[in-house]
């Protein structure tokens, strides 16, 4: 059994040869004495067990420990980034919530027809106004054309997805009528495919989204007092052609000018 | 020592895990108002409203109520928009919705399109719009004149100046 410590004294010595009694303190070690020091030295080689078994499971508990600091870590930069996210968008929504409520400002300046305008990164010029005879523009009792040519430049190309339609549209102000007219796309304009297709092909257009396009207007009448709006902003608020919040006015009286061929000429 | 190093670390992963949890709810309302901010339609303010009464060498003509209405905000307003009149200014009165004499009207007459929406009031500008009495509206004014002597007129809700009502008058309207 080897040596053992006495309960009482904490004496070591072996119990066998002492008889069951310490030489220290007299005392006798009875059966649950002995079951005391007997579960004693369990726990003892229980603690040693544990102790190698750390040591054995030391990798398992490194990874679990490593995996807690790193979700603590991915939390942090979640925290962090949100925070920083959030400290950014709040005032900008802050000013178009302002810029909503108060009155619009809008600089307005004139222009004419065949003058360059600039639209910072773009230029737009108004080149021609007339009345289309066009064949496949479905004929209406109430209703005349009025076309106008344009042309853009800048970032404006046709693989970039960017254009001066991002930030700019144009409206025809019937004066006598007080109206604002927006211009009708090839697919509003013509009940056909065939039709719509071929407007396409004649770069007629609602936007001003080409190099070099047509506008096509419906009016009462192409004998009336017309004159061209131009608006524009510096960005986009939404996706449609009207989010853009707009900062700059030019108008631009029409004058109507000879009919122009079909083919573009 | 070693039990206040973990006390203050469990404290530290929990301010993480609430302020993540916060984050994420302040993000929600955000996104929110964003989106708000982007349907938001433009504001129209009435200038002036006045009501033409009817031409009697005009047969079935039962009178109009003109009114200028002005787009104070930055993005154009497409569709010109119906006119509500009523015998009160209380938020919940029941008006009466007049239709605008739009400038495509005989085009979709014509034909099934409506070009209703090409029609618009671009920022800044301010348009004169027209809007025709039928034979009932024009009883039906006729009976709030006889109760109330006063009639006012705004602009459907979410599109009106801060939903301001304006007393039509034959002359000169009077800001509420």
Known sequence: MGKQRCPQCGNKFDFELSGWICPECGLVILGSTEKKVFQQEELRKKAETNKRNNK????????????????????????????????????????????????????????????????????????????????????????????????????????????????????????????????????????????????????VTSELDKKEGTLIFMVQSPDREYELCIFAGSEADGYGRYDVSINEQYTIPIKLTEQRAVNGS | MKQGIKKSQRIFIWIIGILFVLEIIVLFFVSEWEGSLKREEPKLHIESAQWIPPDENIKNDFGEIFVSIKNRSVKPKCNIPNLLFMNSDDQNAFGETLMPNRYYDSLSAEGAVDYSSSEMIPPGATVDVHYRLTEQDARELDAMIRANDTVYVRLSGYISENKTYYKLQMQQEEEK
Do not use: R
């Open chain 1, 56 to 203: 054995k499971y030391g990798f398992k508990y490194y990874l679990k420990k490593k995996f807690f600091t790193m979700l603590v870590s991915v939390l942090l930069i979640f925290v962090i980034t949100l925070g920083i996210g959030i400290s950014v968008k709040v005032p900008d929504l802050v000013s178009k919530q302002k810029n909503i409520e108060k009155d619009a400002l809008i600089t307005s300046a004139s222009a004419e027809m065949g003058e360059l305008i600039s639209i910072a990164p773009y230029t737009l010029e108004f080149t021609q106004a007339f009345v289309p005879d066009w064949d496949i523009l479905p004929e209406l009792n109430s209703i005349n054309y009025l076309a106008v040519d344009f042309v853009t430049a800048g970032k404006n190309q046709e693989n970039v997805l960017s254009n001066l339609s991002d930030i700019a549209w144009v409206c025809l102000h019937d004066i006598e009528a007080d109206s604002y007219l927006a211009p009708q796309s090839a697919y509003q304009l013509t009940g056909s495919d065939e039709n719509q297709t071929a407007l396409y092909h004649m770069n």
